[in-house]
């Protein structure tokens, strides 16, 4: 048994949780009518209605009890201090220092990294300006209208979702592209509209190595240099931001033109560093900083607020509470404002890579589900598509449900539609409809008996679906940095409850290793004795039909 399952708050919860399986949303909501105010919590810009969950005022002293005893407000001070609470890497996890309004030095292994990141930001707003304002040009003396990021992963997912988000603050300086896969189609889509003599790359990577990244940014440099015919051109049209410094200059990058990572930011909470490059390029320095400030206070709220109010906290147990106790293995990230369409994608990595894992940070075999799998859409297209699933598949999958108050692109009558969807979804996934009620409503419509019974029992919803609503003032920076910063500490809170070392990602290297030694194979024609015989077959039979 482990640690966690030792413990008085978790022992109680595994008896809440066999009655609670029992119960029914409907009656708790008739049972006390005040669940709203009990049950959310409203920031400045951001408001969540937890109350839509199997949950009730002891549920939640419970889970707030798990949360002292698992010291999460210890763990919480250790990361923002930076102590090295990335065990297997033994590294700081400091990303909220990319964002710290503070001018306080903040000491790492001697470095005062306070003045490390306020360098790179001063150093990001001076190109960025040149950039917007048509003072950096490329080999032929003309202006820049586009930049392409190439990255994946955290070095795409964050910056790529953001754009897409605050498209609407974009005034148009540049075109942002975005090139993530090594199947050369997508660069090759990317780049077809383009002129070298307008474009500058920005080669994302952390560690510099990845295969994926490093195969796309020298087919951009043949691209570059087939043109200006200029080796020296790349000078003008290359910007690198990575953690291993001699990893770019080696691939032919200037030294002036790289931006500085660090190992104590993880890949995908690293959208706030200089990874955020082509968001900045985008929006202007400015609004950029406005997310940086966004998830600044999320960052203050997290810190001060008592856990009974901490927005990131109790996300984080109400996300332990469905998946852990209640049994349920997935959760839909169901954003309803067009520009969020990447949401689920970007806290698919966020979630996945870090908690997806089996053992605790001691290494042993966790008896417990962890984190659910992450998925979803666009809540309307969702509706028209899976949430069929949602309302009557034997799988309860809690969502979280995101819209926003205000359009940032108002047309007449599309916000309300819209909004009204949003609404009925949770109140429908909650409340459901029983037989009784099926049977009586064929009844008004004037259905015949023998059509009720055939028809009533596919009509039935069980409800008590759980479901977490975050209803946003409007899409901004600021407020979208607040919301980002929100999720990141709620996977941060669920790892530390859970007793996962969230920031690592073993589980990426395996198949990378692998990768490299079959490309290595498939480039000479060979096929190794070591591989099983479906994979060697399935080579072959590539090999041969190539
Ligand atoms: O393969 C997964 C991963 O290691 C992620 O953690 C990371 O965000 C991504 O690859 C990209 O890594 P890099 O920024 O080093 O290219």
Known sequence: MSDRQILPSWKKLQQLALDKKTQHMNTLFANDGERFEKFSIELPNLLL???KNLIDCETMDNLLNLAEE????QWRTKMFTG???NRTEERAVLHTALRRKSDEA??????NITEQVDKQLIKMEAFVNKVRQGHWLGYSGKRITDIVNIGVGGSNLGPQMVTEALKHYSDGAVNVHYVSNVDGAQIVEVLRPLDPQNVLFIVSSKTFTTTETMTNAK????????ASFDEKSVAKHFVAVTAHKENAMSLGIEAD???DMWDWVGGRFSLWSAIGLAIALDLGFDKFKELLDGASDMDQHFINAPLRNNMPVIMALISVWNTTFLGARSQAILPYDQTLHMLSAYLQQAEMESNGKSVTWDGDEVDYATVPSIWGELGINGQHAFYQYLHQSNNVVPADFIGSVESVTPVKGHHETLMANFFAQTQALMAGVNEEQVRADLKAKGRTADYIDKVAPHKVHKGNRPTNTILLKRIDPKTLGSL???????????GIILQICSFDQWGVELGKGLAAEIQQELESNTISSKHDCSTASLMKFYQKAK
């Not at 698992?70 to 407000?73: A, L």
């Not at 087919?219 to 087939?226: E, H, I, N, V």
Request: net charge negative; hydrophobic share 45%.
């Open 70 to 73: 698992t010291e999460v407000c």
């Open 83 to 85: 102590e090295k609470i």
């Open 219 to 226: 087919t951009a440099m043949k691209w570059l240099t087939s």
């Open 106 to 111: 903040l000491i790492l292994d001697g470095e």
């Open 49 to 51: 209605d937890y109350s």
């Open 257 to 259: 033109n790289i931006f």
């Open 484 to 494: 980002i910063a929100a999720y990141e500490h709620k996977i941060f809170v669920q």
